[in-house]
């Protein structure tokens, strides 16, 4: 078996963590489960500072240090928030409603960074990805073809691959 959790980034004013986010990020650290084998941000600094933040708060040492995979970064964020103003919605099925060929183009994109983060997996191994709403959301969609709920700031989904299946977890 092997296993990814996908984090999104605390409460943030702009790209940076508010004090509240940061609290927040240490907080959620307080409560992880070591040991991960891949640590991945998307490369936004309120990701990587979310990831950092629950590292301090684990107390946990990373000998593998943070990866940047853009690979989970949408470049069509303002598609996106138009997307999520007309649809009034902030789920995947929503914004299908309104501009489906985004949804299938990013969740393909998104599903095959979370497919190469599992084969870099060994069996047994864990990976902790940091990044953003709806587009860990296309990512899970992208790779189980499920559609989850939107994942609230510092919340998540651990995904479980064994063989060939994926389970999807909620993480408080």
């Given at each position: 078996m092997k296993t990814v959790e996908l984090r999104r980034h605390t409460a943030s004013d702009g790209d940076r963590l508010t004090p509240?986010?940061?609290?927040?990020?240490?907080?959620?650290?307080?409560?992880?489960?070591?040991?991960?084998?891949l640590l991945i941000s998307s490369g936004a600094q309120r990701a990587t500072q979310t990831l950092a933040c629950f590292l301090a708060g684990s107390g946990l040492r990373s000998?593998?240090?943070?990866?940047?995979?853009?690979?989970?970064?949408?470049?069509?964020?303002?598609r996106w928030f138009s997307v999520a103003r007309e649809s009034g919605g902030r789920d995947i099925g929503a914004f299908q409603k309104t501009d489906k060929a985004l949804v299938e183009?990013?969740?393909?994109?998104?599903?095959?960074?979370?497919?190469?983060?599992?084969?870099?997996?060994?069996d047994g191994g864990r990976a902790l990805i940091v990044g953003h709403s709806p587009m860990h959301e296309a990512g899970v969609y992208g790779l189980t073809g499920q559609v989850i709920a939107p994942i609230p700031k510092g919340g998540g989904v651990r995904i479980v691959q064994d063989g060939r299946d994926f389970r999807i977890e909620p993480l408080t």
């Open positions: 509240e986010g940061i609290a927040a990020a240490v907080e959620i650290g307080s409560r992880l489960t070591a040991p991960y084998d000998p593998a240090g943070v990866t940047v995979d853009e690979g989970f970064r949408s470049t069509m964020e303002e183009d990013e969740a393909r994109r998104f599903g095959g960074a979370l497919r190469r983060v599992f084969e870099a997996l060994g």
